[in-house]
């Protein structure tokens, strides 16, 4: 995901952006999870959330719900389309690889940075 993708995607999902859009929860539900017969949006992979909100925007998804869509991605960018499918799915909230990387004091070996011998036994 590009960088600032997830804030971006709050922005737009919970506020609308600067009137690029509406709120999500308005018709997807305060959970995000649907409301009626409006399907639910939360946690459906990012490919998944693009291609749907472009074939709205594009005129390549039809039926009601579509309908009612077309108006509210009218003015999104593909970009912005991207950072609202990071948003919603939770897996791209997950730390970078980095943050997991060990300190330089672990990746010398936690007994030497400790002041503890190699040795068998421990001491």
Do not use: W
Request: proline share 7%; with cysteine.
């Amino acid at each position: 995901m590009p960088v600032g993708s997830i804030a971006k995607g709050k922005a737009l999902v919970t506020g609308g952006g600067s009137g690029q859009t509406l709120p999500c929860a308005i018709c997807h539900g305060a959970t995000l999870k649907g409301l009626g017969e409006v399907p639910g949006i939360a946690g459906r992979p990012p490919i998944y959330t693009v291609r749907q909100l472009n074939d709205i925007q594009n005129g390549n998804r039809t039926g009601s719900l579509a309908e009612l869509m077309k108006a509210v991605v009218a003015k999104l960018t593909i970009e912005d389309m991207v950072a609202i499918a990071a948003y919603l799915d939770p897996s791209s909230r997950r730390p970078a690889a980095a943050e997991f990387a060990p300190s330089r004091k672990y990746s010398l070996g936690f007994a030497e940075a400790a002041g503890h011998s190699r040795t068998r036994g421990g001491r």
